[in-house]
Nanobody, 115 residues
Framework: QVQLVESGGGLVQPGGSLRLSCRAS????????MNWYRQAPGKQRELVAG???????NYLDSVKGRFTISRDLAKNTVSLQMNSLKVEDTAVYSC?????????WGQGTQVTVSS
């Protein structure tokens, strides 16, 4: 069982940047995919970005060119660099480990973009 702990959320003005980190209690090297999801009030949870075991990445269309997902296998950490933040990026961001048939979730971290 892998435990995930997020950090780095907070309040930022539109156009600003934040970096989220997700630290795993164990190795993430062989986990199929590590993902960042978000859920805004009254909206469904959506996949923001993912990085596969191969290193391939994928992004939600609305964050392409602004967000970058990366991983540090030595530190068992996955990060999400968020630049040019918009009000509509406001949500609770959660780290997810996809390792069929298992799945792991962090507790989530609040990101608020507001002037």
């Amino acid at each position: 069982q892998v435990q995930l702990v997020e950090s780095g959320g907070g309040l930022v003005q539109p156009g600003g940047s934040l970096r989220l980190s997700c630290r795993a209690s164990g190795s993430i090297e062989h986990i199929y995919a590590m993902n960042w999801y978000r859920q805004a009030p009254g909206k469904q949870r959506e996949l923001v970005a993912g990085i596969f075991m191969t290193g391939r990445t994928n992004y939600l269309d609305s964050v392409k060119g602004r967000f970058t997902i990366s991983r540090d296998l030595a530190k068992n950490t996955v990060s999400l660099q968020m630049n040019s933040l918009k009000v509509e990026d406001t949500a609770v961001y959660s780290c997810n480990g996809e390792d069929p048939p298992l799945e792991y979730w962090g507790q989530g971290t609040q990101v608020t973009v507001s002037s």
